[in-house]
């Protein structure tokens, strides 16, 4: 490993790469500690100071900002718009044929697309500045933490003020988006994905540190060597596939021979990633968010129904809010893979180029059992989506750890999978230069 880390060293060219993405990040953390216009910075951290967890709304958010929504921020919003913009995007190729014209025409029609999310990226983030400068105003982003300073983070309530606030925390939004597109550019890995990472990662002693204060010493030692287990299993199924055998008939074209080669599909067993992820935790928001806006201003019994969204669906701990979250997520992989994967414009493409799966006849045949594979090996990754994703609601209920717990959710599945795509990235180019790569 330390020859390998010394080959690195050795490769101007890459060593180049990795010191601008690091001096990026840098600046990118940089940034989500330096508060926005009129945001009173002490209030803030008296707040977050005694404030022992995220409220629900705001937990994805803060959890992908790397905690700077919490502190009002230039990067409040972090990289939550683009990642919004980008699945909106995607969902929009199924019910615009523009939208899916343009993806299959390649380069050029992929650059319209990204144009497209930018543009929306930013009016994300105006909407969600707005709504968070809001919230703030009103005492109600770190809930009902009875702390005085929390209903005066604002030191200035008129309308240039707020305007300045909200123009402030867009163009941090983007200024992230465009610090991505550097380092998919300049530097190693994928950008946007790089600087999640890096923001789920940051929590990471935070959160440590919080589970060995509370708890004993025995229940530090037993989440570590959980998340070691949780660790190692992510990993071994993010890297799990089923390949589907390809092979393609030889054709002359002129006096050249071309196909004769075989190859195969490979299907993840987690093609969704972590988007099923996010869209139960969004869905499961919208109850808590429609009662948090019909609570009586009198300070009058809330209406029933009131009572109880607020008693079943805002904790974590709940049964049915457990039951719902699987249901969702479950439910939500199997619609984004039938999105993201199309047997039949697959099964078209092979038999353009003469390609056929043995034992199966190409065009109709072909789309049917790429659909029958597909529907099998995404159950598992369903199955398995859900359970890491109850993981922080687990620990939650059962030893009272933070419901931000790092080694589960949303944060383990990004930490593994973009952790692994970088070293891939890395191991490949080493390999180009040195014939050996970062690990045996």
């Known amino acids: ?60 958010v803060n959890l992908f900002s790397g905690g700077a929504l919490l502190q009002l921020s230039v990067f409040a919003l972090g990289i939550m718009p683009y990642i919004t913009s980008s699945i909106i995007v995607q969902l929009l190729r199924v019910v ?8 299959k025409e390649g380069q050029s029609g992929q650059a319209k697309l990204t144009q497209y999310t930018r543009y929306l990226t930013i ?11 809001t919230v703030a105003r009103s005492g109600a982003l770190f809930g ?11 030191t200035n309530d008129a309308w240039y003020a707020v ?34 990472f890096t923001s789920i990662a940051a929590r990471f002693p935070t959160a440590l540190w919080s ?28 890297q799990s596939q089923r390949r589907i055998p390809v092979q393609y008939a030889k054709r002359m074209v002129g006096r050249r021979t071309y196909g004769g080669n075989n ?35 009198d300070g009058t019994a809330p209406p029933a129904w009131v009572s109880w969204v607020q008693a079943n669906l805002t904790s974590g701990d709940n049964p049915l809010y457990m039951v719902l979250y699987f249901a969702l997520i479950v439910g939500f992989t199997y619609f984004y893979v039938a999105i993201t994967f199309n047997p039949e414009e697959v099964a078209d493409n092979m038999k353009k180029y003469g390609g056929f799966i043995p034992g199966i006849r190409a065009g109709r045949p072909t789309a049917e059992y790429l659909d029958y594979v597909l529907t099998r090996v995404t159950l598992p990754g369903a199955l398995y989506l859900g359970i890491i994703a109850l993981i922080p609601l687990i620990a939650l209920a059962t030893v009272g750890a933070n419901q931000n717990f790092p080694f589960g959710g949303a944060s383990i599945l990004i930490i593994v999978g973009v952790g692994l795509e970088t070293v891939k990235q890395i191991d490949s180019q080493l390999q180009q230069r040195h014939y050996e790569g970062l690990l045996r």
């Open 263 to 297: 190859t195969y599909i490979p299907i993840k067993v987690n093609m969704a990633g972590v988007v099923p992820v996010i869209f139960a935790s969004s869905l499961l928001y919208l109850p808590a968010l429609v009662a948090q806006f019909n609570q009586p201003a």
């Open 1 to 60: 490993m330390f020859r390998a880390v010394a080959r690195i060293m050795r490769t101007p060219d890459l060593r180049r790469k990795i010191g601008f993405t690091l001096g990026i990040i840098a600046l990118f953390r940089l940034g989500s500690f330096i508060p926005a216009p009129f945001v009173d910075y002490q209030n803030v951290q008296a707040c977050l100071a005694g404030n022992q967890g995220t409220s629900g709304l705001y937990e994805l």
């Open 211 to 238: 589970i060995a204060q509370s708890r004993s010493f025995e229940i530090f030692l037993l989440v570590i060597a959980v998340g070691l287990i949780i660790m190692a299993l992510v990993v071994f199924v993010e």
């Open 96 to 103: 615009i044929p523009h939208f899916d014209t343009l993806y």
């Open 144 to 154: 009902s933490s009875g702390i005085a300073e929390c209903s005066q983070l604002i």
């Open 123 to 133: 009016a994300l983030g105006v909407l969600q500045s707005t709504t968070l400068i």
């Open 163 to 196: 305007m300045l606030m909200v123009v402030t925390m867009t163009a941090g939004t983007g200024l992230i988006m465009w610090m991505g597109e550097l380092i998919t550019e300049r530097g190693i890995g994928n950008g946007m994905s790089l600087l999640i």
